[in-house]
């Protein structure tokens, strides 16, 4: 129980990052450069990363890491910037909470997770309680960005399931930063032929990209898969929701904008899906206290047939400790192969996941 407080935690970054770009990219960056933006969000990041990590995709994760990252990085980076430059905050934010929802439901035919009645019911109030916060009718809402930011929504969710879907063996450093290079370099020419050279980047612009790629992007997006990889994916959807609840505690704190009773009430019902959908420890099987059946004796791995050895019969030509070194041997027939991660069958799964 302890590792899942600490995998929902790590994973909270994430969303709580994501809350802050909105308001960074709307404030600080160039309103009409949404490629060249996206560009430079994830290009540096990827960079950053690499160099951490120090790792080269194998077999499959070539392929994977040019698909994930036009996902995840190229698509989504665009669309979310165009969103955050054509919606306020709040009204952004409220879209994309849509997003648990959706990666419930993409996450039950591509991953075999099926959602549970906590997760939906969690999503439901969650979503709820987002209305609740940001849905005031004050202000008109531009049919474009609703649409940018509601495609965003929907590739993101695509993305990161497929993500979890591949992740079995990946190490998860080192795929999102192959992710977030590829995507960098996908839109590098795509932003110099539609939108020609790069912004000029005065002092605030530079701080601000530098936020929007380090923190906002390579953090988050390490803290995201990592979650992804170490809980069910509807309880990483719903830890999302905090993404419009950093966008509403940012502009109280940050812009002055007046925290009322409706939108507190709102953040209540947040709290409570999200609480709701975190993943619960299964009761382990209790001992009886009955004593094994007669001809079977009690070891540390269960019982076993009195009088049965555990290690194995003598084999013609072998002695018995060759047995143990043998077994060693294939233990250690995977090692060597530093810098490189992945697998290249399709399908792999199990424990070589796991950190």
Same mark, same amino acid.
């Given at each position: 129980?302890?590792?899942?407080?600490?995998?929902?935690?790590?994973?909270?970054?994430?969303?709580?990052?994501?809350?802050?770009?909105?308001?960074?990219?709307?404030?600080?960056?160039?309103?009409?450069?949404?490629?060249?933006?996206?560009?430079?969000?994830?290009?540096?990041?990827?960079?950053?990363?690499?160099?951490?990590?120090? &790792?080269?995709?194998?077999?499959?994760?070539?392929?994977?890491?040019?698909?994930?990252?036009? @996902?995840?990085?190229?698509?989504?980076?665009?669309?979310?910037?165009?969103?955050?430059?054509?919606?306020?905050?709040?009204?952004?934010?409220?879209?994309?909470?849509?997003?648990?929802?959706?990666?419930?439901?993409?996450?039950?035919?591509?991953?075999?997770?099926?959602?549970?009645?906590?997760?939906?019911?969690?999503?439901?109030?969650?979503?709820?309680?987002?209305?609740?916060?940001?849905?005031?009718?004050?202000?008109?809402?531009?049919?474009?960005?609703?649409?940018?930011?509601?495609?965003?929504?929907?590739?993101?969710?695509?993305?990161?399931?497929?993500?979890?879907?591949?992740?079995?063996?990946?190490?998860?450093?080192?795929?999102?930063?192959? &992710?977030?290079?590829?995507?960098?370099?996908?839109?590098?020419?795509?932003?110099?032929?539609?939108?020609?050279?790069?912004?000029?980047?005065?002092?605030?612009?530079?701080?601000?990209?530098?936020?929007?790629?380090?923190?906002?992007?390579?953090?988050?997006?390490?803290?995201?898969?990592?979650?992804?990889?170490? @809980?069910?994916?509807?309880?990483?959807?719903?830890?999302?929701? @905090?993404?419009?609840?950093?966008?509403?505690?940012?502009?109280?704190?940050?812009?002055?904008?007046?925290?009322?009773?409706? &939108?507190?009430?709102?953040?209540?019902?947040?709290?409570?899906?999200?609480? @709701?959908?975190?993943?619960?420890?299964?009761?382990?099987?209790?001992?009886?206290?009955?004593?094994?059946?007669?001809?079977?004796?009690?070891?540390?791995?269960?019982?076993?047939?009195? %009088?049965?050895?555990?290690?194995?019969?003598?084999?013609?030509?072998?002695?018995?400790?060759?047995?143990?070194?043998?077994?060693?041997?294939?233990?250690?027939?995977?090692?060597?192969? %530093?810098?490189?991660?992945?697998?290249?069958?399709?399908?792999?799964?199990?424990?070589?996941?796991?950190?």
């Amino acid at each position: 129980m302890e590792a899942n407080k600490r995998w929902v935690a790590l994973t909270a970054i994430a969303p709580v990052a994501w809350g802050t770009n909105y308001f960074v990219t709307h404030e600080f960056l160039p309103a009409d450069r949404p490629l060249h933006g996206a560009a430079l969000r994830a290009l540096p990041a990827g960079l950053v990363l690499l160099a951490l990590c120090r &790792q080269r995709p194998r077999g499959a994760w070539w392929w994977r890491s040019a698909v994930l990252g036009l @996902l995840n990085t190229s698509v989504f980076f665009v669309l979310v910037y165009a969103a955050s430059q054509l919606l306020a905050t709040s009204v952004a934010a409220t879209v994309m909470a849509l997003s648990p929802l959706t990666m419930m439901l993409i996450a039950w035919p591509l991953v075999s997770e099926r959602p549970r009645t906590a997760h939906l019911t969690g999503a439901v109030i969650g979503l709820g309680g987002v209305c609740l916060m940001l849905l005031s009718g004050a202000e008109a809402v531009s049919v474009p960005g609703v649409l940018a930011s509601a495609a965003a929504m929907l590739v993101s969710s695509f993305g990161h399931v497929l993500t979890k879907r591949w992740g079995a063996g990946a190490d998860v450093l080192a795929s999102t930063a192959w &992710q977030l290079t590829a995507g960098g370099l996908f839109l590098l020419p795509v932003a110099a032929l539609v939108e020609g050279p790069p912004p000029a980047l005065t002092a605030p612009t530079l701080l601000a990209f530098g936020y929007v790629a380090l923190i906002a992007t390579a953090l988050a997006f390490a803290a995201w898969f990592t979650g992804l990889k170490h @809980l069910p994916a509807g309880t990483v959807a719903l830890i999302g929701l @905090l993404n419009p609840v950093t966008g509403v505690l940012l502009g109280t704190a940050v812009a002055g904008e007046v925290l009322t009773v409706q &939108q507190l009430c709102g953040l209540l019902l947040v709290l409570t899906g999200v609480v @709701l959908g975190r993943p619960r420890r299964r009761p382990r099987r209790r001992d009886s206290g009955q004593e094994p059946p007669s001809g079977v004796r009690r070891t540390a791995r269960g019982t076993r047939p009195a %009088g049965r050895s555990s290690v194995p019969a003598a084999v013609p030509g072998v002695q018995r400790g060759d047995h143990r070194a043998a077994a060693q041997g294939r233990g250690q027939g995977g090692g060597g192969r %530093g810098g490189r991660w992945g697998r290249d069958g399709e399908g792999a799964s199990g424990g070589a996941g796991a950190q």
